[in-house]
């Protein structure tokens, strides 16, 4: 690379590596390819020798690791954690991935890297360049956090959680709207994320970058032998697919079984909590916990469903499901940010009995399904490769570091 390659310094919560989530793959994705078009050093949470690091030294990366600070995710210390994040202004998501060492390490690097950008790969990671000067910014804003969190507040329904849900998503709307006023611009992954954020930041420089899919990767496959498995896939360690699954459990899957017996449904995804777990429990249900490759599991369902009632962004399960060429049942907030149309790419239901006629609608009507993945394969291909969105991205990128350009949406 020659001497005018920007340099390029990044602030993530991991190393995105191995793929097993969205965020990661997204970001693993998008930065693999920029690695030969910018020189990149990327810092974040882990070990130095990791896979994960040597990952990303093949792809041209370098990697700074961080000495990962363990929260415990539950149990009586996690909640004097977040207890103790009351007198915090700054919401838990912020709080929880601060380290004295972490921005040791980007201003050790800062000095020493000089780079053209540094880009937060996480709104939270903002934090850290509030005071960095005379670098230009940028963050990636994998969701409007704010509409996260007034999801999860709309579907809480025990009071004291709800009063502390209420509490954080009033600190997340005010960090995320002094967070965008540190930077230089902010991508979003959808033109409503775009248009959410610029409310409050009609002059930040913002370009939409959506989601993609790997289009080798995940080919269509064959239809199944037997019509009576549902598929979905998530990281289970993430709220709003817990929320899913339980809504799935609760209020979906008894409608279906009422009229298909025999129907099952596997939840595929990464560290299933104890309360996911015992969703196997149920007659038809299948939690698998972390697996290595999903599409397995999706060859085995005729239709894939996406009951998500909590969520921000848009959605890489959908893309990779249309990819492979399965009829898709959603949610309008699970489908939310990708530009898709119901009844011509996947199903929008948004109650349990429409959710469950859609799911039996196609269960008895391979030939619909056949044409919805046709469809929704067509459209994944002409929107949504990642060379197309990498390039994008670079593009913007060299924009925000020379001062150019404006508002870009899709």
């Known amino acids: 690379m020659g001497g005018n390659v920007l340099k390029i310094l990044v602030l993530d919560e991991e190393f995105p590596y191995p793929t097993n989530t969205g965020k990661r793959t997204r970001s693993f994705n998008l930065y693999r390819r920029l690695g030969s078009k910018f020189r990149i050093r990327y810092i974040g949470y882990g070990g130095s020798d990791s896979v994960a690091a040597e990952v990303l030294r093949a792809e041209g990366i370098e990697p700074i690791a961080v000495q990962t600070r363990m929260h415990p995710r539950r149990g009586p210390a996690f909640y004097l954690l977040l207890l103790a994040n009351l007198v915090s202004p700054l919401p838990y998501i912020v709080t929880s991935h601060y380290s004295k060492s972490y921005q040791e390490t980007v201003s050790a690097s800062v000095a020493e890297f000089q780079p053209d950008l540094v880009l937060c790969e996480w709104t939270p990671y903002a934090i850290y360049v509030e005071k960095l000067v005379p670098v230009k910014k940028l963050v990636s804003t994998h969701n409007v956090e704010a509409d996260i969190w007034q999801r999860y507040y709309e579907n809480e329904t025990n009071l004291l959680r709800r009063w502390y849900i209420f509490e954080q998503w009033r600190k997340v709307k005010l960090f995320e709207r002094l967070a965008l006023s540190w930077v230089d611009g902010a991508t979003t992954v959808s033109n409503?994320?775009?248009?959410?954020?610029?409310?409050?930041?009609?002059?930040?420089?913002?370009?939409?970058?959506?989601?993609?899919?790997?289009?080798?990767?995940?080919?269509?496959?064959?239809?199944?032998?037997?019509?009576?498995?549902?598929?979905?896939?998530?990281?289970?360690?993430?709220?709003?697919?817990?929320?899913?699954?339980?809504?799935?459990?609760?209020?979906?899957?008894?409608?279906?079984?009422?009229?298909?017996?025999?129907?099952?449904?596997?939840?595929?995804?990464?560290?299933?909590?104890?309360?996911?777990?015992?969703?196997?429990?149920?007659?038809?249900?299948?939690?698998?916990?972390?697996?290595?490759?999903?599409?397995?599991?999706?060859?085995?369902?005729?239709?894939?469903?996406?009951?998500?009632?909590?969520?921000?962004?848009?959605?890489?399960?959908?893309?990779?499901?249309?990819?492979?060429?399965?009829?898709?049942?959603?949610?309008?907030?699970?489908?939310?940010?990708?530009?898709?149309?119901?009844?011509?790419?996947?199903?929008l239901a948004d109650d349990p009995i429409s959710f469950a006629e859609s799911v039996l609608r196609l269960l008895g009507d391979s030939k619909r399904c056949q044409e919805l993945a046709i469809e929704g394969r067509r459209l994944v291909e002409q929107h949504y490769g990642w060379d197309a969105l990498a390039n994008r991205f670079g593009n913007f990128i060299g924009d925000v570091v020379r001062g150019n350009g404006a508002d870009c949406s899709l």
């Open 192 to 347: 409503l994320d775009r248009a959410s954020l610029a409310k409050n930041h009609e002059q930040l420089r913002m370009a939409v970058i959506p989601n993609g899919v790997d289009l080798d990767y995940f080919r269509p496959l064959p239809p199944p032998a037997q019509a009576h498995h549902l598929v979905f896939t998530g990281s289970m360690d993430w709220r709003p697919n817990q929320d899913a699954a339980h809504y799935f459990v609760r209020e979906i899957l008894p409608l279906l079984r009422q009229a298909r017996p025999d129907l099952e449904c596997t939840f595929v995804g990464r560290n299933p909590p104890t309360d996911i777990q015992r969703l196997g429990q149920v007659p038809g249900v299948h939690i698998t916990g972390t697996v290595e490759d999903v599409r397995p599991y999706v060859e085995r369902a005729l239709v894939y469903v996406v009951p998500l009632r909590i969520g921000g962004g848009s959605r890489l399960k959908i893309l990779e499901a249309l990819a492979l060429g399965r009829a898709v049942v959603s949610t309008t907030v699970g489908a939310e940010g990708l530009d898709v149309v119901h009844d011509r790419h996947i199903m």
